[in-house]
T-cell receptor, first 116, second 112 residues
Framework: GAVVSQHPSWVICKSGTSVKIECRSLDFQATTMFWYRQFPKQSLMLMATSNEGSKATYEQGVEKDKFLINHASLTLSTLTVTSAHPEDSSFYIC????????????FGQGTRLTVV | DAKTTQPNSMESNEEEPVHLPCNHSTISGTDYIHWYRQLPSQGPEYVIHGLTSNVNNRMASLAIAEDRKSSTLILHRATLRDAAVYYCILRAIIQGAQKLVFGQGTRLTINP
């Protein structure tokens, strides 16, 4: 199957700093990628839809100025958590679909963010 | 958004079949039924999807009710590596984008 890779797998940062997470589609081009957040023992929550060459679409309640998304190419989307606080500590996961009708989604391995 | 309902948890024994149910009574005619699973500390993994007919692949089978208001994921012979949270999702087209909105899923435990 197609491969979606996230980097880093885990990161620890100090409160007030910013952290960038990369999501790459390794063997296909993805015009749309999705970013999720998952807290312990909970399901994935969709944060935003990342669109290549245009602005991301954020879900209700997600602060677009705090979670900056850039989709500069067909194989790379980045999520930057700005001015991180301990409550931003979570498991962040990206996803992309192989172009086509009714295709499945492929997910990155996730990034564990801990803000201290 | 059309929603799905799954049992919070299920338990089975190794090498036995597992039937994971999902109710989606508000499904629309164009919604595909997707199943993903998530192992601990990993991103979700695609399992199978279908529209109306039953589907089989190397991982599992998907049985879809005739009225499409429910479906069942079948793992024919469970192994310990199948222990995961299984999500039944209706792929919805929202504002032109095909989104996958996750519910709570079923936590499957496999006993040796």
């Amino acid at each position: 199957g197609a491969v979606v890779s996230q980097h880093p797998s885990w990161v620890i940062c100090k409160s007030g700093t910013s952290v960038k997470i990369e999501c790459r589609s390794l063997d296909f081009q993805a015009t749309t990628m999705f970013w999720y957040r998952q807290f312990p023992k909970q399901s994935l929550m969709l944060m935003a839809t990342s669109n290549e060459g245009s602005k991301a679409t954020y879900e209700q309640g997600v602060e677009k100025d705090k979670f900056l998304i850039n989709h500069a190419s067909l194989t790379l989307s980045t999520l930057t958590v700005t001015s991180a606080h301990p409550e931003d500590s979570s498991f962040y996961i990206c996803s992309a679909r192989v172009p086509g009708v009714n295709t499945e989604a492929f997910f990155g391995q996730g990034t564990r963010l801990t803000v201290v | 958004d059309a929603k799905t309902t799954q049992p919070n948890s299920m338990e089975s024994n190794e090498e036995e079949p597992v039937h994971l149910p999902c109710n989606h009574s508000t499904i629309s005619g164009t919604d595909y039924i997707h199943w993903y699973r998530q192992l601990p500390s990993q991103g979700p993994e695609y399992v199978i999807h279908g529209l109306t007919s039953n589907v089989n692949n190397r991982m599992a089978s998907l049985a879809i009710a005739e009225d499409r208001k429910s479906s069942t994921l079948i793992l024919h012979r469970a192994t310990l590596r199948d222990a995961a949270v299984y999500y039944c999702i209706l792929r919805a087209i929202i504002q032109g984008a095909q989104k996958l909105v996750f519910g709570q899923g079923t936590r499957l435990t496999i006993n040796p």
